[in-house]
């Protein structure tokens, strides 16, 4: 324990999740790897949403929650989901993935299915795409424009699917600004 953390404690670890309005399942198994870390700045800096990258050891994305599959790219490289309080829950499989026009990828839902936690959603031949894309790390990201987002708390380490891995908590109304 560091001099500092035995100051002003862990915040992450002091964090309920109990109070989280949503609980979010990993879409698959890996280690989690911080966003910052992920080769797209658009993802790295945060500026469609907060989230989790995961370096996969299983080739089945699964819904992350209850909720709709509300967009899936023709590739089947990505999806999301969007939950009943309305956020938006995207997951993407690797980055330079555009050139593979879908090869490799599956996508095992469609648009306005409704999903629970864990149903697979697209699976992906690893042995396909690692060797040709620029990164098969996947991310879930809480997309910022569909709800009004406090803050995100997430695991670290490695995961397994299914496993709780990220918390969101939702802005209330006295504290939108």
């Given at each position: 324990m560091s001099f500092l953390t035995k100051i002003f404690g862990n915040?992450?670890?002091?964090l309920s999740h109990d109070e989280a309005d949503l609980a979010l399942a990993a879409p698959l198994s890996g280690s989690v790897v911080p966003?910052?870390?992920?080769?797209d700045p658009v993802i790295s800096e945060k500026i469609a949403g907060d989230g989790i990258a995961?370096?996969?050891?299983s080739n089945t994305v699964c819904s992350p929650c209850d909720g709709?599959?509300?967009r899936l790219l023709s590739s089947g490289t990505a999806?999301?989901?969007r939950a009943a309080c309305g956020l938006e829950i995207y997951i993407r499989?690797?980055?330079?993935?555009?050139?593979?026009?879908?090869q490799g990828f599956e996508a095992l839902k469609a648009v306005g299915d409704s999903v629970k936690a864990g149903d697979p959603l697209?699976?992906?031949?690893?042995?396909?795409?690692?060797r040709q894309q620029q990164s098969a790390l996947t991310?879930?990201?809480?997309?910022?424009?569909?709800a009004a987002i406090e803050r995100v708390t997430s695991a670290s380490g490695k995961v397994s699917s299914g496993d709780p891995c990220m918390w969101i908590y939702l802005k209330r109304p006295e504290n939108q600004a």
């Open positions: 915040k992450a670890e002091d966003l910052e870390d992920v080769p995961i370096d996969p050891e709709t599959v509300c999806v999301a989901v499989v690797g980055f330079g993935t555009a050139g593979l026009t879908g697209l699976s992906f031949d690893p042995s396909v795409n690692l991310t879930m990201i809480a997309i910022r424009s569909t």
